[in-house]
Structure formats: C-alpha cells, structure tokens
C-alpha cells in the first residue's frame, strides 16, 4: 500500500498496554525484577522534575517522557562497579542505573547527569495495532505537525503492508518530532531547507538517511519499536548533529 500525505496533529502511534508492575538499547532478555533494585515497568522524576516510564519487562527496555510522544529504545551496556548504562540508537548515555538502585538520567540539558527517583509503577510501553485507515490518519497527523513547524509543507510518504503499518506509523510521528526539535536549533533553517519529504519504507534493518532532499526512514516490522530510528538518529541523518 503506497500513501502520500500532506497534511493535518500529531498522536503517538504506540499504546500504553498492561504491564506486570526523558531528553534516548537492545537486551537479549527482559530485566529480572531484582536486576538493579528496580521494578519491570516504573515510573520515574528527575531532580529538575522530569518524568518518566521505564519498561524494563521487555527484551529491549523502553523509556517515555511524560511531555513526549517518543519511546526510547535502549541498549543495556555494563559498567563498573556493576552499574548498567543504557544507550540510545546512536551509543549516547541516556541512563545509568547503580547496582544499589539508584538512577541517573542524562540528557541534552543535563549532560552530566541528574539523579532520578521512583515515583510509582508504571504500565508496558507497547505498540498499538492499527488498520489502513489509521495508519493514514497517523501519517496525516505526523505531516501537519512537521509542516507547521517548519512552516511549510513537508509530505510523508510511506510504503507499508498489514504487517509494517504500526511501526511505519510510529516512526512517522518520531520523524515529525524530529522536524520539531530541529526547529528549535539556532542552525534550524539551513537545516531544514535540505528536507522535501519524509518517505518511509520497509526493510532487515532501523535506518535513517539523506538523499537528494529525501529523508528515508526504514523500518523492520519483526523488531517491534526497535524496528525503527529514534529521533536523535533522524536528526544526525538531517545533518543536525
């Protein structure tokens, strides 16, 4: 099924699905409960009051800001003293998790670091299932919402079968999250003169890239939210890095 779409609000294209218990790595198993004194899926405040779910009961832990639509897929790495540090698509920092249970979360504001807090469980981070019709809804949706912040038109286009239209509509609205957080560059403009359109297609491996003023974003259906590039990797594809 070929779309194009160019036009109109952004909804996230993942579900907050029931589970056992902020600014962005794949585990061969899910997180043993006692694994860093933290609970499977919990929600979590930074100093600076920065809320987060932490969904550690899945093979590849996922993390959710409160104020964004983005799920994070993480990369478990250990660390000395038997800490583990969890990375993002592009091998930044984004947790470090003490073996005591103490969290550290590092993020663009915060590059050293502020200490986080369990405030309560949390439910799993999942994505939703949809049909043909919301998947053009979800990628109308990512349109309107990157075009009116890069004041101009931006089309996403996407190639999707039964079998990719969750992920393809879960990584349109990362690409426009993308397109929004490059708007908040002071190199913001020179940046987004080289994107024309968003086109989304299947294939083995998450990718993000640059050609000719298409941004391509490839997704793999069989690796559920890993199947897709995280925002900062779209960014780095666009040239902000």
Known sequence: MAVVIACLCAGPAFAMGPGSLRDSLFGARPFAQDQNHGPPVGRYVSQEGDGFTLDRSQPRPLLKFDDSPEVWVLRPQPAPR????YMNDLGEP???????????LFTSDRP????AALAGGGVALRLAQLGPQQLL?????ASARASR???????????????SSAITADAAMVAAEAVVRITKRP???????RIA????????????SLQQGVVQITV??????????????????????
């Open 82 to 85: 038997g800490d583990v540090i």
């Open 94 to 104: 984004v947790l470090r998790a003490t073996r005591l249970g103490g969290l550290t």
């Open 112 to 115: 050293g670091g502020t200490a």
């Open 137 to 141: 809804e979800r990628l109308a949706q």
């Open 149 to 163: 912040a890069a004041r101009r038109l931006i089309p996403f286009e996407a190639d999707a079968t039964p079998n």
């Open 187 to 193: 190199d913001a403009k020179s940046i987004l003169s």
């Open 197 to 208: 359109k968003i086109q989304l297609v299947e294939g083995r491996k998450a990718a993000a």
């Open 220 to 241: 793999a259906p069989g690796d559920g939210l890993a199947g897709r590039p995280s925002s900062e990797r779209i960014m780095a594809a666009a040239g902000a890095r």
